[in-house]
């Protein structure tokens, strides 16, 4: 992975965050909660928090008492996920790399992670990291997406821009949908400090308001937009006419539903 791949920031996180996240992350943040550890954990650290939309699902969903860390290494996001969650209790917010956390030794009892993992460019190094910040038998709960073969609205998108650059084709949504091995993740997430690993498929329908409003965020809403300035792309328009085309035949014009697969892990502290 390219450090240019893992930099949100500019207008991404906005466009990220409107165009983006009620399609691809709400529905996922919703399951993820769901999944919360009974009783409630006191100390609970989020890993690449985006936009804070897993953070206001789980403010929603702790306890008053259970104090949270949320964290990205991306301070506009953080921007972003700080404004839209200003005065919520027990709350902090810390810019961090996820492969040298800024906490000591065992200081949480749950570590989460919404499709963070696949932009780590060492991934076991921050497998190792979330069960050094973790008590003995604290929790791990996180999600990767599935292949592109999986996921039409990445694939979709991934071979339209691609169609437009045969000689130099973008890689960016090859990262997000990239780590959905299964036998690799298990393995990573055991040889990171976990036992009782748990992998569980996770199919959900993804629903737009309109194809053309996917289309503009899976062009702008993420560091694809980059790689189309470095490509020479002055103006957007052809690109975003082509791909919203593209998504409007695979799910619809207005509202695009398409199906979404996703990883679910969980694992317990050594």
């Not at 800024?102 to 060492?122: I, R, S, T, W």
């Not at 694809?224 to 409007?248: F, I, K, Q």
Request: aromatic share 8%.
């Amino acid at each position: 992975m390219t450090v240019p791949n893992a930099r949100f920031d500019g207008s991404i996180p906005r466009i990220y965050d409107r165009h983006l996240g009620p399609l691809l992350f709400e529905p996922y943040a919703r399951d993820l909660v769901s999944r919360l550890p009974v009783p409630a954990p006191p100390r609970v650290l989020e890993i690449a928090c985006g936009t804070g939309i897993v953070t206001a699902a789980l403010c929603s969903t702790l306890p008053a008492h259970t104090e949270l860390v949320a964290t990205d290494l991306n301070e506009a996001m953080i921007a972003l996920a700080r404004n839209r969650l200003e005065g919520a209790p027990n709350l902090t917010w810390r810019t961090a790399d996820a492969s040298a956390l800024p906490f000591q030794d065992a200081e949480f009892d749950l570590v989460v992670c919404q499709f963070g993992l696949m932009f780590f460019p060492d991934k076991l190094a921050a497998v190792r990291e979330f069960r050094r910040v973790l008590r003995r038998s604290g929790r791990l709960l996180l999600n990767v997406w599935d292949s592109l073969a999986e996921n039409p609205i990445g694939r979709i998108a991934h071979e339209t821009i691609s169609s437009f650059f045969p000689g130099n084709p973008p890689d960016f949504f090859q990262v997000p949908f990239g780590l959905a091995d299964r036998s690799l993740l298990g393995r990573l997430i055991r040889d990171g400090g976990f036992e009782e690993v748990r992998l569980e498929v996770v199919s959900i329908e993804g629903t737009s308001e309109s194809a053309g409003h996917a289309a503009y965020g899976l062009l702008h809403g993420n560091p694809m937009s980059a790689a189309l300035r470095e490509r020479g792309v002055s103006d957007s328009g052809p690109l975003v006419e082509a791909l919203t085309a593209a998504l409007a035949a695979a799910g619809g014009s207005a509202p695009l539903r398409l199906p979404m697969r996703a990883i679910v892990i969980e694992g317990r502290a050594v």
